[in-house]
């Protein structure tokens, strides 16, 4: 069974697979649940980049649905708040 990719990020953002770490500086970082693993996605604020390290991303180097379903939280929640420094 395959799903598309924004089906796949739909589907991670609405059952709550889509955990929001905060804000660091101008970067936001994100854990994404997926099956029985857990994606580390973040946005790097300086170079307006998404990052994840699940496989799909860093062999095509494209957007993958981690990064698709972050979005999606963003757009529901906003961003998040900054984390306290020190
Ligand atoms: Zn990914």
């Not at 069974?1 to 889509?18: G, H, Q, S």
């Not at 991303?57 to 957007?63: G, L, S």
């Amino acid at each position: 069974m395959r799903f598309a990719k924004y089906d796949k990020a739909r589907m991670l953002k609405e059952t709550d697979r889509v955990e929001c770490e905060g804000q660091l500086g101008s970067s936001l970082y994100f854990k994404v649940y997926s099956g029985d693993k857990v994606y580390q996605v973040s946005f790097r604020g300086p170079k307006k980049q998404w990052l994840c390290d699940c496989q799909y991303f860093v062999i095509k180097a494209k957007t993958c649905s981690h990064v698709l379903a972050c979005k999606l939280w963003i757009k529901e929640h906003g961003l998040p708040p900054a984390k306290p420094t020190g």
